[in-house]
Every structure is written in structure tokens, then in C-alpha cells.
T-cell receptor, first 113, second 116 residues
Framework: GENVEQHPSTLSVQEGDSAVIKCTYS??????FPWYKQELGKGPQLIID?????GEKKDQRIAVTLNKTAKHFSLHITETQPEDSAVYFC????????????FGAGTRLAVHP | NAGVTQTPKFRVLKTGQSMTLLCAQD?????MYWYRQDPGMGLRLIHY???????AKGEVPDGYNVSRLKKQNFLLGLESAAPSQTSVYFC???????????????FGQGTRLTVV
């Protein structure tokens, strides 16, 4: 079955710097790669996603890149702000809405003023 | 605009006790899921349902049972709680794939369960 590895487990940056979180997956049949942000005491919330027919997607300060050949995808956050501090999860599945959504272990991002 | 609501938010159980976690969604989603979240392990799928009256096993189903008697509700039961079931439990719901609808997964706020 699918296995998703996520690195680093913790990341500390200064406000205004960029942050990059990387994930690799094992199942070449995976075609949908969402990223979730989880704030303290809350459930995960979708922040951006990418499908296998796209190499990069941007939404304001966040972007996701996908390399299907190498089976890895990354989350990039530019101009980080203290409110970006949270736990970020990557995930993979065969398609959006498909029930077999496999999550990475999470990255705790701390943005220091 | 409630989305996905989980009840209760916190619970402490003694080993061997039983309990039911309730998940309710008001978005008319067909698919519902129960995940558990443990430190350093991300979220793991326990059981899921693709429609009213149907349920299926996920990655870690042992020790849990589920029921989907109504489309908007998905119940997770622990018949005989064990310390290994200490975790944070999340419910989620989505539209099914390939329907032209938004397939984003919406999560509840979580239930923190401690089994002593």
C-alpha cells in the first residue's frame, strides 16, 4: 500500500523567511496530493492541493511542487508570518475524495517574530 | 455553518469501558471517515463509509466498530477500551470523487480520548 514520508518533523524559521516541507510517496498510482494545516486544538484544514497533471500550483504565499518521476512533492511558504505556525501534513491518494487518503507524519512549523 | 461536529471533545475511560464517539455533518456529504492521530504518526484511517448503511475498514480497524444509520451521522464505538486506544480522534467528510462537486475533506475539531 501507499506510504508517505514527510521531512522535517520540526522546522523553525524567522518571520519573513521561507519554509519548505518535503514529502515522498511510494505508490505510483497516487494522483492527488493535498496539504493540510492543523492549528492547536483544531482539526486539519486543507490549504492547497495538486493533481498529477500539474507540476506546480501557487496560492498567494504558498506553493506546492510535484515531481511524479521522483515521487516527491513539496510545500513552499514564502514571507512567513507568526500565524503560519502550526503542524502541516502532506497526504496522497488516488484521486480527490477517494477514501484511501494516506498522511505523512506531520511537520511542526514555528515562525519566530 | 457548523460543518463537521464531534461529540464529546474530551473523555477519560477506564480500561474495559465502552463508549461511542459521534460525528455529525451538515454538508450532505456521502463519504465519512474516522481517523486517529498519534504523535509522530500523522493521521491513520480507522473506518470509513461511502454512504448511509455502509461501512468499511481502514488501516487500523481493530478494537473499533462503526455505524452509519443516517447520512449525516457516523458513530465510532469502542467496546472494551485499551490504553493503546489513547489518541486524538478526528472525523471527516467529503463528496465522492468524479461527481463534479468539491471533494475537499472537512475535519471535525477532534476528540481527545485517554484510557487509563
Amino acid at each position: 500500500g501507499e506510504n508517505v514520508e514527510q521531512h522535517p518533523s520540526t522546522l523553525s524559521v524567522q518571520e519573513g523567511d521561507s519554509a519548505v516541507i518535503k514529502c515522498t510517496y511510494s505508490d505510483s498510482a497516487s494522483n492527488y496530493f493535498p496539504w493540510y494545516k492543523q492549528e492547536l486544538g483544531k482539526g486539519p484544514q486543507l490549504i492547497i492541493d495538486i493533481r498529477s497533471n500539474v507540476g506546480e500550483k501557487k496560492d498567494q504565499r504558498i506553493a506546492v511542487t510535484l515531481n511524479k518521476t521522483a515521487k516527491h512533492f513539496s510545500l513552499h511558504i514564502t514571507e512567513t508570518q507568526p500565524e503560519d505556525s502550526a503542524v502541516y501534513f502532506c497526504a496522497a491518494s488516488m484521486r480527490p475524495g477517494y477514501n484511501k487518503l494516506i498522511f505523512g507524519a506531520g511537520t511542526r512549523l514555528a515562525v519566530h517574530p | 455553518n457548523a460543518g463537521v461536529t464531534q461529540t464529546p471533545k474530551f473523555r477519560v475511560l477506564k480500561t474495559g469501558q465502552s463508549m461511542t464517539l459521534l460525528c455529525a455533518q451538515d454538508m450532505n456529504h456521502e463519504y465519512m471517515y474516522w481517523y486517529r492521530q498519534d504523535p509522530g504518526m500523522g493521521l491513520r484511517l480507522i473506518h470509513y463509509s461511502v454512504g448511509e448503511g455502509t461501512t468499511a475498514k481502514g488501516e487500523v480497524p481493530d478494537g473499533y466498530n462503526v455505524s452509519r444509520l443516517k447520512k449525516q451521522n457516523f458513530l465510532l464505538g469502542l467496546e472494551s477500551a485499551a490504553p493503546s486506544q489513547t489518541s486524538v480522534y478526528f472525523c471527516a467528510s467529503t463528496n465522492p470523487p468524479q461527481t463534479g462537486k468539491n471533494t475537499e475533506a472537512f475535519f471535525g475539531q477532534g476528540t481527545r480520548l485517554t484510557v487509563v
